[in-house]
């Protein structure tokens, strides 16, 4: 599967665009209304194809739900159905079921088979109307389905999901490294490398709290706050973009170098109350799924050793583990041996060894690497 993202020409008729998202999130929360009330009385999720009956019936007497393609709402009660799925198996575990949105925070709605025809060049027939996006590069594949999603600043994009599958074959050189997360450098190589992370979100605070505190300060329904809201918009997107391209450049970077992999496995929420707005900012989930999909399209292998291996508190060099290691201590003299390590190098090497043994490409032996804290 590949997804093309596309941005629509400015024109009044994308009107007509934001018009079919607001009441697709209309027949989305008269949806939730209905599962809730079911819910409250028997205990269990309303059925799918009972509920697309009922809103199919109510579509033929309300003109402004027919704004919304029929497959676009079979595709809002598939979305409820599965996340009422992982709600009844994972409840125990915390997870929520579906609740309303409002309508400035609905976004999308999906077509699958029909709605919508490709013209010739860069146009879209979505309904009646004609729609002009600028096309970056071609589409491969037999297209499944074409989601319109708007941004915060009112802006139009399309995204296209295609079957197509890149089946080249990549050459290997199997060469390996493990790398180590940190809060100092974003990543410590086996290698002897560091990559420091440019902190994006840090660097622009000045001008994000200068934009919110603009926006907060004018009066609410304004023109001002509206067009604060949008320059405060426009910060945060400079940002993410910012950093998303930094971390699609990285992820390309070191698949071009190594083959395989090797990752501590994280725990990011007690990271993120640990240190709070620094972990978000250096987003090493966005990186590792970024990391995983490119990894998947060359053929390269991404690999993560157990959480509670002690990587940073064993020595690299005789296998001696600490009893204690505090997070304030950045280097270390082995008491075993004598080897003194850099906390983040140490670990990285550790990973290495501990993650070409998991997949038999390495000589240390299992009994080694079964070690724990």
Not at 71 to 93: G, N, P
Not at 188 to 208: A, E, M, V
Not at 231 to 252: G, I, M, Q
Not at 333 to 360: F, M, Q, Y
Request: aromatic share 12%; charged share 30%.
């Amino acid at each position: 599967m590949k997804t093309y993202k596309f941005k629509l020409y400015q024109h009044k008729r994308n009107k007509h665009l934001h018009r079919s998202i607001n009441a697709a999130g209309n027949i989305y929360n008269h949806c939730i209304a209905l599962h809730k009330r079911f819910y409250r009385m028997f205990g269990k999720s309303l059925n799918k194809n009972k509920l697309q009956k009922h809103i199919a019936k109510l579509r033929r007497k309300n003109e402004y739900w027919q704004q919304v393609n029929a497959q676009a709402v079979q595709d809002i009660t598939d979305r409820i159905e599965r996340a009422y799925d992982l709600f009844f198996k994972y409840h125990s575990k915390g997870v929520r079921p579906p609740n309303f949105r409002k309508r400035i925070k609905y976004k999308s709605f999906t077509l699958k088979q029909n709605g919508y025809k490709f013209l010739d060049e860069n146009k879209i027939r979505i309904g009646k109307l004609v729609y002009r996006f600028w096309k970056s590069r071609d589409i491969e594949g037999k297209i499944k389905t074409v989601t319109i999603k708007r941004s915060p600043l009112g802006e139009v994009f399309m995204f296209v999901v295609t079957d197509y599958v890149d089946f080249g074959v990549k050459a290997m050189s199997g060469k390996g490294a493990g790398f180590d997360f940190g809060l100092n450098n974003f990543l410590t190589c086996s290698d002897g490398t560091n990559i420091d992370s440019p902190l994006f979100l840090k660097q622009s605070l000045k001008k994000l709290r200068l934009a919110s505190r603009n926006h907060s300060t004018r009066k609410k329904g304004s023109k001002g706050r509206e067009k604060a809201r949008k320059n405060l918009v426009r910060v945060h997107e400079k940002v993410t973009n910012r950093r998303t391209d930094w971390l699609w450049k990285l992820a390309h970077e070191l698949t071009d170098k190594f083959d395989y992999l090797y990752f501590e496995t994280l725990n990011l929420k007690g990271m993120q109350r640990l240190w709070g707005r620094k972990i978000g900012d250096l987003a090493f989930s966005e990186f590792m799924k970024i990391l995983e999909y490119v990894a998947e399209k060359k053929g390269k292998i991404v690999s993560y050793i157990d959480q509670w291996y002690p990587s940073s508190k064993t020595c690299s060099e005789c296998d001696h583990v600490l009893d204690k290691l505090s997070l304030c201590t950045r280097y270390w003299t082995c008491p075993n041996c004598g080897t003194k390590h850099g906390r983040d190098e140490n670990a990285s090497v550790n990973i290495l060894r501990v993650g070409t043994s998991t997949l038999r490409l390495g000589d240390v032996s299992l009994s080694q690497i079964a070690i724990s804290a």
